[in-house]
């Protein structure tokens, strides 16, 4: 059987929770620890501390085995206020690998869900097999996977290319932000299935602020293509320059208007973007998507697997990401 804490608010913390987290915080460790490119130190072991912290201070935690070092844990809590716009419940799974803990996982997640909001925050780590399937029996999805790059790497085994005819690229400038906007908002409330949160209000809001803050550095990565006058695409990163768990890592952001999709464009981006986070010291890069030209191109350049993105009424079946999931 397994323990309920009840929620505790911000009272004190009794010890038993605190060891919970320290076990907890121990399993994410040892989750990124099975990645390439993970640098392990006292940064990523807080990180992971302060992504953990908040659904143990006002969330719920179950774990198992009950009475001893957890072998599985689930943990969540309610989030009103989240990057994508609607409130969310913010959900972290993590377990210890060869333990059959899939049934577990299975009845703790059934009996939970009915306190769930509609949407929901959770990243599994790639390795969590037993966990994605006791997911996708109670119903969620795979909404998207977070791919993660060597910039040298992709480099070397990408196919460079210049920009189609009749495309230019150059850095973005911030009499642009509003059309750049409004290339994401008209794209994804045309297909959310790419992104379900990317034409809601709040999220373009804060994206609309997220270009103002880049484009005051001087060497932002934030590019605009144009075709003759028009601005008809983005791409960009955000460069975490002491990302805990990467080393320096561009978080990639990128989106086409329709009249520009389907003519090539994708490769040529890609030859700036890298060459761009190269200059500017980046070790890796990472993204999240559910773009089979995404997930082709990531494969050539040999990107990883990070994450799954889960979440309930995925519009894509496991399969559309099967390539990707194939790796380990
Ligand atoms: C995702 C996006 C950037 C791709 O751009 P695109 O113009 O369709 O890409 P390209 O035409 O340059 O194609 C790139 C490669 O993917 C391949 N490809 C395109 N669509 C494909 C599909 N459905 N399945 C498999 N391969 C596909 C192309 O054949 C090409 O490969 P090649 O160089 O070997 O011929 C664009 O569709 C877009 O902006 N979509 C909306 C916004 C979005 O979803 N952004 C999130 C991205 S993570």
Redesign the pocket.
Known sequence: MARRYPALGFRPWCCERQTVLADHIELRLEALGRHELFLPSDDAAEKVAALLEPLYTDGTVEQYPARRRPDAVVAWRHQEESFFGPPVTSIAIDSRLGVDVERWLEHTLAAAMPDFEPEWDLLLDRSYHQARRALLSVGAGIDSVIQLGEVDAARRRFRSAALPAGFTIAPMEPDQIDAVVGIYAD??AA?PQ??WFGADPRFLESQARRFTDALAAPDHLELVVSEGARIV?HAGATIAVDHPFWGPTGGMS???SPS????????GVYTSLLAGLAERGARAFR???S????M??SREMGRTLEAIVMRPGAFFEPDHFAPVLAEP
Not at 291 to 294: D, I, K, R, T, Y
């Open positions: 794209a994804f297909e790419y992104c695409a990128l989106c086409f520009a999709r389907g003519r090539g464009l994708l490769r993204g999240g998507t773009q089979p030209a995404v082709k191109y």
